[in-house]
């Protein structure tokens, strides 16, 4: 059942991506996206970045609060940032891509 303003979110991870003790993590996108981005959203990266490449998360604002501790106020801004930085891709209606390399969104077929 869908929740009002739920997203859908698809990893969308390039072949560097690896599994490894915290997931599927790749330190220099990390690092460029702890750099560019505000505490709340890079929180939402990382709470992103744990799913295995073509994994397909329902995204409620109720879990990122739980996990993170930030409100709904910052979970929206922190989504909106993430749009607005090409890091989630909007596919259809309310199906995401998730790219934690903001730069692999072009190259994705």
Do not use: C, H
Not at 10 to 25: D, Q
Not at 39 to 68: C, H, M, Q, W
Not at 77 to 89: F, G, S, T
Request: charged residues 30%.
């Amino acid at each position: 059942m869908s929740e009002a303003n739920q997203l859908i979110i698809t990893s969308k991870k390039p072949e560097k991506y690896k599994e490894g003790t915290f997931g599927y993590f790749n330190f220099e996108s990390t690092f460029s996206a702890w750099q560019e981005l505000k505490p709340a959203s890079f929180a939402l990266y990382l709470y992103l970045l744990r799913d295995a490449p073509g994994f397909k998360r329902n995204l409620y604002k109720v879990d990122f609060e739980k996990i993170t501790g930030y409100k709904k106020t910052a979970y929206y801004n922190a989504v909106q940032e993430l749009k607005d930085k090409r890091y989630l891709i909007q596919d259809e209606g309310t199906k995401w891509n998730f790219y934690p390399d903001k730069f692999s969104a072009k190259t994705d077929t």
